[in-house]
């Protein structure tokens, strides 16, 4: 076969080491703002779960935990933990109820690793981040997970830091969740209740990227995305995509999209989609 | 990261990059096959990769995340304006008059890569122009090394199977 020659004498341009180094400081000024960024936001979750864990109903949720070792918190959203490393994670079911158990060198931990839940919809789920977490056995979290009855699907996130851990649970119509955190042992358990109503599906708009397989792709668009706060959404289709929203309205999403592309350096990799409340995009 | 530390992996960064600066502009042009759009997709490739290369797992395989991160930006932009017209009615360029020739000997990859699919390429560039092991593919494309070899040699059945027939048929995607 030929070709190979052709594929030689491809010219170099004069300007691609002017580009790639425009392209680079472009990239170092965007990671200072992002680091920046990242400061505002562990200030915004502190405020968050200062919120959560004075709401009434968390209050009450608080009340029906059977408390094995000492409980820290309870709360729907937002984040706990200290910080470790090298953390071993396992998981055990029992009913609805999911307890991940942590610990180092075959000791338990006192407390659990830094980590944080997000609950978003269309469709219903609950974002886990482990942070400082080394050996984690995916598959068995997942095979516990989807053993809760209440649970409809588990996938993980990857994300471009070794030491930690993401993993998305999407929840059946109707099932609302409270995470405890307990130390002494530290451990977190998830428990799931169905509310016996399911909520109306309504259409939720997103500003979203292609489809495409679980990768290092998704990881860097996490990065470049990362103070729009997104999330990733496994389709219809088994693919994954990245997510910013949701919004109520078309509009609102135009204009938060409006707001990304405006940047210097956007690559036009997004667009405005829509799906019910209790469906997936496409 | 200390000032030093970041003072340090940005210098790798450069010098890593400036390395493969030719060979990643050549794999983005043989998708596009115009100056302009190999330039922005490198463009692109570097500063996604700047954002992440200090948690890249593994910067000793620096060459294959950064070629895997310019597959992408160029199936991303060929993706987003579909701009590619598959199977074009070429087939009489690629199909040879000597008959005498061998088919592997006549097939001129660097023309034929243009009725792949987007997503196919790689495997020809990685392979034949590259001279990449199935396993350092595997590395770059991020998939098992026996995936990669069937999906290869099925790629190659089809761009012989288009020479022989000399007809244009329908892309079955």
């Known amino acids: 076969m030929t070709g190979k020659d052709r594929y030689e004498q491809i010219e170099i341009p004069a300007q691609l080491a002017n580009v790639m180094e425009s392209a680079r400081h472009k990239a170092a000024a965007r990671k200072r703002s992002l680091r920046l960024m990242r400061y505002s936001s562990v200030v915004a979750a502190s405020l968050a779960l200062l919120f959560v864990v004075n709401i009434p109903g968390v209050a009450n949720a608080l009340s029906k935990v059977p408390v094995v070792g000492s409980i820290v918190q309870v709360l729907q959203f937002g984040g706990g933990g200290e910080r470790t490393d090298?953390?071993?994670?396992?998981?055990?079911?029992?009913?609805?109820?999911?307890?991940?158990?942590?610990?180092?060198?075959?000791?338990?931990?006192?407390?659990?690793?830094?980590?944080?839940?997000?609950?978003?919809?269309?469709?219903?789920?609950?974002?886990f981040t482990l942070n400082?977490?080394?050996?984690?056995?995916?598959?068995?979290?997942?095979?516990?997970?989807?053993?809760?009855?209440?649970?409809?699907?588990v996938y993980e996130n990857i994300i471009l830091d070794d030491s930690a851990m993401r993993f998305v649970v999407e929840l059946k119509d109707g099932v609302?969740?409270?995470?405890?955190?307990?130390?002494?042992?530290?451990?977190?358990?998830?428990?799931?209740?169905?509310?016996?109503?399911?909520a109306t599906p309504r259409e939720v708009f997103y500003i979203r990227s292609?489809?495409?397989?679980?990768?290092?792709?998704?990881?860097?668009?996490?990065?470049?995305?990362?103070?729009?706060?997104?999330?990733?959404?496994?389709?219809?289709?088994?693919?994954f995509i990245a997510a910013i929203g949701g919004f109520d309205t078309r509009e609102e999403a135009e204009q938060r999209l409006s707001e990304i592309s405006s940047r210097e350096g956007y690559a036009g990799d997004l667009r405005i989609d829509s799906w019910m409340s209790n469906a997936h995009p496409e | 990261m200390s000032e030093l530390a970041k003072?340090?992996?940005?210098?790798?960064?450069?010098?890593?990059?400036?390395?493969?600066?030719?060979?990643?502009?050549?794999?983005?042009?043989?998708?596009?096959?115009?100056?302009?759009?190999?330039l922005d997709i490198v463009s692109e490739a570097t500063y996604k990769a700047y954002?992440?290369?200090?948690?890249?797992?593994?910067?000793?395989?620096?060459?294959?995340?950064?070629?895997?991160?310019?597959?992408?930006?160029?199936?991303?932009?060929?993706?987003?304006?579909?701009?590619?017209?598959?199977?074009?009615?070429?087939?009489?360029?690629?199909?040879?008059?000597?008959?005498?020739?061998?088919?592997?000997?006549?097939l001129d990859l660097y023309e034929a890569m243009d009725r792949l699919a987007p997503e196919e390429k790689a495997y020809i560039i990685l392979k034949f122009f590259e001279d990449?092991?199935?396993?350092?593919?595997?590395?770059?494309?991020?998939?098992?090394?026996?995936?990669?070899?069937?999906?290869?040699?099925?790629?190659?059945?089809?761009?012989?199977?288009?020479?022989?027939?000399?007809?244009?048929?329908?892309?079955?995607?």
């Open chain 1, 176 to 198: 609302t969740h409270s995470v405890s955190e307990y130390r002494d042992p530290g451990y977190i358990e998830l428990k799931l209740a169905f509310t016996g109503k399911q």
């Open chain 1, 86 to 127: 090298g953390v071993s994670v396992n998981t055990e079911t029992v009913a609805d109820v999911l307890r991940i158990n942590f610990d180092q060198a075959g000791e338990t931990v006192s407390s659990v690793p830094s980590y944080t839940v997000e609950h978003r919809e269309a469709p219903n789920r609950l974002i």
């Open chain 2, 7 to 38: 003072a340090l992996s940005q210098q790798q960064f450069s010098e890593h990059i400036t390395r493969c600066s030719g060979k990643l502009y050549r794999v983005a042009y043989c998708y596009v096959k115009n100056e302009q759009d190999a």
């Open chain 2, 51 to 106: 954002l992440s290369f200090e948690r890249m797992k593994t910067p000793q395989y620096f060459e294959s995340w950064i070629t895997r991160i310019v597959i992408h930006c160029a199936l991303d932009r060929l993706n987003r304006n579909k701009r590619i017209a598959f199977m074009e009615d070429q087939t009489q360029e690629y199909a040879a008059a000597e008959l005498a020739v061998p088919l592997e000997e006549k």
């Open chain 1, 132 to 153: 400082g977490v080394r050996n984690f056995d995916y598959d068995a979290v997942k095979s516990d997970l989807l053993a809760l009855s209440l649970v409809e699907d």
């Open chain 2, 132 to 173: 990449l092991r199935f396993r350092d593919m595997a590395d770059v494309l991020e998939l098992p090394e026996n995936t990669v070899k069937t999906r290869f040699y099925r790629i190659i059945g089809k761009l012989k199977q288009y020479l022989i027939e000399g007809e244009v048929e329908g892309y079955d995607r």
């Open chain 1, 210 to 239: 292609e489809a495409m397989p679980q990768g290092e792709s998704l990881a860097i668009l996490e990065e470049i995305y990362y103070e729009d706060d997104v999330t990733f959404i496994k389709t219809a289709g088994g693919g």
